[in-house]
C-alpha cells in the first residue's frame, strides 16, 4: 500500500522545484537594468575547459545600465570578448585594455514584447510541470485504490494535492505578473 503523505510531499518537491526553476530562468531575462545573472549563461575557453566568466574574471555593476568584467589573466580578453558577441545577449562589448564593460541599452517597446513572451512561456513550462506532478500522484493515488487504500484517504488527498497545486499555480502567475511589471516598466 502507498503512503499518502510520501506521495503529497513528493508532488510538492517537484512543484518547488518547477518554481525554482522558473525563478533561475526569468532572472536570466534582461529587463533593461544591468545585472551579473545575465551573462551567467555564457561560457568560455579557459585552458580546455569550458566555465563561466564569473569562474575567470571579477564581474561587477558599477551602475544600472552596465556590467564591468575584469579578467584575472590577460589572455583572457579576446577569449571572454567573443563569447559575448556569440551569445545571445544581442549587446557589443567595449575593451579597453583593462575592463570589458558591457552597456545595456534601454529596451525597445518591440523587444520589450519579446521578452514578455518569452517569460510567458518560461512560466507555461513551469505551470505545466507543476501539472503533471499533479497527475503522476493522483495516478499514484489511484493505483493505491486497488491496493487496498481507503477510498475517503484518497479523496482527501486529491483535495490536498489539488490545494498545494493552485497554491503553485498562484505563485507562478505572481512571479510572471512581477517580472511583466520589470520588463514592461520604462
Known amino acids: 500500500m502507498i503512503d499518502v503523505s510520501n506521495c503529497i510531499s513528493e508532488s510538492q518537491e517537484k512543484m518547488d522545484m518547477a518554481v525554482m526553476y522558473l525563478e533561475e530562468s526569468l532572472?536570466?531575462?534582461?529587463?533593461?537594468?544591468?545585472?551579473?545573472?545575465?551573462?551567467?549563461?555564457?561560457?568560455?575557453?579557459?585552458?580546455?575547459?569550458m566555465v563561466p566568466i564569473n569562474n575567470v574574471a571579477a564581474v561587477s555593476t558599477p551602475d544600472a545600465r552596465s556590467i564591468a568584467i575584469k579578467p584575472w589573466d590577460r589572455n583572457m580578453f579576446r577569449v571572454i570578448e567573443k563569447a559575448i558577441i556569440d551569445s545571445d545577449l544581442g549587446i557589443m562589448p567595449e575593451n579597453n585594455g583593462e575592463i570589458i564593460r558591457i552597456g545595456i541599452p534601454p529596451l525597445t517597446e518591440e523587444r520589450r514584447v519579446q521578452l514578455a513572451k518569452q517569460c510567458k512561456g518560461e512560466a507555461e513550462t513551469a505551470k505545466?510541470?507543476?501539472?503533471?506532478?499533479?497527475?503522476?500522484?493522483?495516478?499514484?493515488?489511484?493505483?493505491?485504490?486497488?491496493d487496498g487504500l481507503p477510498e475517503d484517504l484518497e479523496k482527501d488527498a486529491e483535495a490536498k494535492l489539488q490545494k498545494i497545486h493552485d497554491k503553485y499555480i498562484k505563485k507562478v502567475d505572481d512571479m510572471l505578473a512581477?517580472?511583466?511589471?520589470?520588463?514592461?516598466?520604462v
Not at 27 to 49: C, E, M, Q, T, W
Not at 129 to 141: F, K, Q
Open 178 to 185: 512581477d517580472k511583466d511589471k520589470e520588463i514592461m516598466t
Open 27 to 49: 532572472s536570466h531575462i534582461r529587463a533593461g537594468k544591468a545585472n551579473p545573472k545575465l551573462i551567467d549563461g555564457i561560457r568560455v575557453d579557459s585552458y580546455g575547459n
Open 128 to 146: 505545466i510541470s507543476i501539472r503533471n506532478a499533479r497527475r503522476e500522484s493522483i495516478d499514484l493515488l489511484k493505483k493505491g485504490l486497488k
